[in-house]
């Protein structure tokens, strides 16, 4: 049994902008063996919550079902472990991300963020509180004050010496962060040589930015729609930002050439997953690039990709998760550059009390606030 079974947590019952999201009471159900149940002192916002929470059920969209508990960028304390966990003991300070099966072919070969069981384990979960409602979103379901948590998805970060105020600043390392940052070191595997593209001035895609200026990028492109996220990237580490803002898609491309070297961009990584932006960025890509795709966009999204120009072009489009991260590796390197003053998270983000969560999600919507994180009264 979870040593804490009466708590409470954030339910969505159904889209966000029906005014369907609630702190409720709710009951934790008994621990399995390979579970643990985490405190949440905070957990970030991410505009995957919003692509599960805010769309209707009856639009079929795979992964949106009602009730459930959302959130998937969680920091916190062990409270009590399954009979099997043996990484972790109450007390022990936390970091949450995704979760995988550990069995498949891609999980015993390559990155744990392309699991085959993915989708299934961490966007449906299961039901883990009271009256049926369903949890273990990202393996976590964070957005609670106590949750039911797969082993998979915990990182142990009690040894680097972490305060409970850089617990709630780190809470989104999980994801949004990780995403991002890993994207352009793990996947694109950026260097000097390389004329970056980053669309998107969110977390994702600021954590790639800083990343981007850390590989040393000869240029790093921002672009957005909000001149206040292109101030920032600017201040975080690009070169160059384009504001889409009145703006063809066709422009967008010849602004993109323009800044890199007149020839297009080597690596572009897309947050947005609008397809005309996507188009026109691989419009904007040189001979050899890799375009990534990192946003989530809807099932029915989609883009032409003419055979004859990918052949002679050898331009790669493919999709990323996670960024091919190793969460139990990859988050403690996060930690020491934050550490350093390489990877300032503290300038993207914004704390607001879990009973004021309508208000995040509505700032971060608008665009007036880049990562949101709600923070427990614990």
Known sequence: MSAITQSEA???????????????????????????????????????????????????????????????????????????????????????????????????????????????????????????????????SSFAKHTIVSDKSVVNVTGLDLSKDDLKLLAPLGCGFQTGSGTIINVAKAGPDDCVTIVGMGGVGLAAVMAAKNQKCKVIIGIDRIEARLQLAQSLGATHVINTTGLTMDEVSAKIKLAADGIGSTISIDTSAHPPLLAAQIAASRYMAKIIQVGTGMPKAAIEIPLQEYMVSGKQYFGAVQGHSKPEEYIPKMIQWWKDGTFPVEKLVKFFDAADFANAVKLMGSGDVVKPIIVWDN
């Open 10 to 140: 954030l339910v969505s019952r159904g889209p966000f902008s029906e005014s369907k999201w609630a702190i409720e009471p709710v009951t934790l159900r008994p621990l399995k063996a390979d579970e643990v149940t985490v405190q949440i002192i905070a957990s970030g916002i991410c505009h995957t919550d919003l692509h599960c929470g805010n769309t209707a059920e009856e639009e079929n969209v795979p992964g949106v079902f009602y009730p459930r508990v959302l959130g998937h960028e969680g920091s916190g304390y062990v409270v009590a472990t399954g009979e099997n966990v043996t990484k972790l003991k109450p007390g022990d300070a936390v970091l949450l991300s995704f979760s995988y099966c550990g069995d498949c072919y891609v999980c015993k070969t390559g990155p744990k963020s392309h699991c085959t069981n993915f989708f299934e384990i961490n966007f449906v979960g299961e039901p883990a509180f009271s009256e049926n409602i369903g949890g273990r979103f990202f393996g976590q």
